[in-house]
DNA sequence: GTATATTAGTGAATAAATTCACAGATATAC
DNA sequence: GTATATCTGTGAATTTATTCACTAATATAC
């Protein structure tokens, strides 16, 4: 069965979430509270739920560890993915000491850059590399996602070599669209276009 | 009128891309070509000008001047938006010195810090303060738009200090889901989510 | 033990978003 | 000057997504 982006989107979240119930000890949650804790609401939960066959307990919820195994286990969420970033400037070089998505379950094998000199500066416990190295390195340490914080004029061809050496996803920062074959699984994420989207809402919202 | 968050997130891509396109010279666009560059269909772009009363011309398509302008009057992104970020880390020093914002209509005019520390020893042309004097430089300076570069645990306390200052619109970068009231714009951007729906997306692909 | 309140599950209804299909306009080719 | 290909504009059709409305289950209160 195929599900739409949003269903997955809210599934990602809500996986967050649980992660979050889990660590405080909560053992059930209802519909409504995920529904709040994600911005949805709990018909949409529900019927997500439904369609995925997550079953809840009537008036308790749904268990939070083992919902939070069977979305890990249908979305793949429960594996580690190895990943990549390539251009280690201000942003790049912040995702690399991230720490945090070690424990969300990504870890960030090896940074690239073109500038030797970047590579040969850098204070980081994650190897880092030249760009040049990119295809070999991808492939012998099996990194599955490349992030991308190049300028944009490098994020296309940044996209292409990733490609190329074999990543199956991409999740890029800068401000390019990339184009990317079908079988590749990507997302933009430019952050003025989301400040743009807020002035803007914000603006429709007055009038 | 009121608009989708569909329809406004294309507009606010598509003015990115008409930036783009006016910097090159390029005088007309048409829907097809700006489809592609948004990763939208031609159809959905012809109707969201169509109700947004954009007129095109035929066989050559949109003129890109006037539809940047035109976009830029209806949704206020011509104006130039006051901004600041709160939490002085990687990324938010990151997001402090991106010298583009300034270049696509965003100002950013201070950063905050819990830290004294932080704000003594940072680096960076922007004025930076501790966040007990955020209430005041906001409102002093006029500041409309707050960035959220906290840690989770802090980023609701942020939101209500920044809602309280008067800020009507917040990017908030942490993985917390923030709670606002309805009149205040906000948009969770949480970077584990988006690695998250890549991982999930590409696994659903597969099956 | 019974009543009550809460919560899931889901087909049906509704709403929203996208796509289609085609008429109308015009630049371009020849 | 005419034919042709291209591109917009928009109602209608379709598809997708959300919400409703109600049944069933059961924990909790008393
Ligand atoms: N810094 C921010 O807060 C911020 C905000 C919004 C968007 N962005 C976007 O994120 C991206 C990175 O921003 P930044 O501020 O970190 O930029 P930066 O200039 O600090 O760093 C870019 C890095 O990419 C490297 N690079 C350039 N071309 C390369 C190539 N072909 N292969 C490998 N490495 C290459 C450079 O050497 C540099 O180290 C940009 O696209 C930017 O528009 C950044
Ligand atoms: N660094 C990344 O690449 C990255 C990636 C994904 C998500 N994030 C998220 O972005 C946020 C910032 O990440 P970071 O890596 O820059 O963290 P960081 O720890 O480097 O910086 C956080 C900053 O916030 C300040 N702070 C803490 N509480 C505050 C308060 N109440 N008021 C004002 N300032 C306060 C701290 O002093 C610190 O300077 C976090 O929520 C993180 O989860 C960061």
């Given at each position: 069965m195929d599900f739409s982006n949003n269903t997955i989107d809210r599934i990602c979240r809500i996986f967050g979430y649980l992660t979050v119930l889990e660590k405080k000890g909560i053992d059930f949650i209802s519909s409504k509270e995920l529904a709040e804790a994600i911005g949805a609401t709990e018909y949409t939960i529900r019927k997500d739920f439904s369609t995925l066959n997550f079953k809840g307990y009537t008036r308790?919820?749904?268990a939070v560890k083992s919902l939070k195994n069977k979305i890990g286990d249908k979305f793949l969420l429960n594996q580690k993915r190895r990943a990549c970033i390539v251009g280690l400037g201000r942003l790049g070089t912040a995702l690399l000491d991230y720490e945090k998505f070690q424990e969300d379950?990504?870890?960030?094998i090896a940074g690239f850059d073109i500038s030797i000199n970047k590579i040969e500066r850098i204070q980081t416990d994650i190897d880092v590399f030249a760009i040049s190295r990119l295809p070999d390195i991808v492939k012998s340490k099996n990194i599955e996602l490349g992030i991308i914080t190049v300028p944009g004029e490098a994020a296309q061809k940044v996209a292409d070599i990733l490609i190329k050496a074999g990543v199956k996803g991409i999740l890029n920062f800068s401000p390019a669209k990339i184009n990317v074959p079908q079988s590749i699984v990507h997302l933009d994420k430019d952050f003025t276009s989301a400040l743009r989207f807020i002035a803007a809402r914000f603006m429709v919202e007055r009038k």
């Open positions: 308790r919820g749904y379950g990504f870890e960030i």
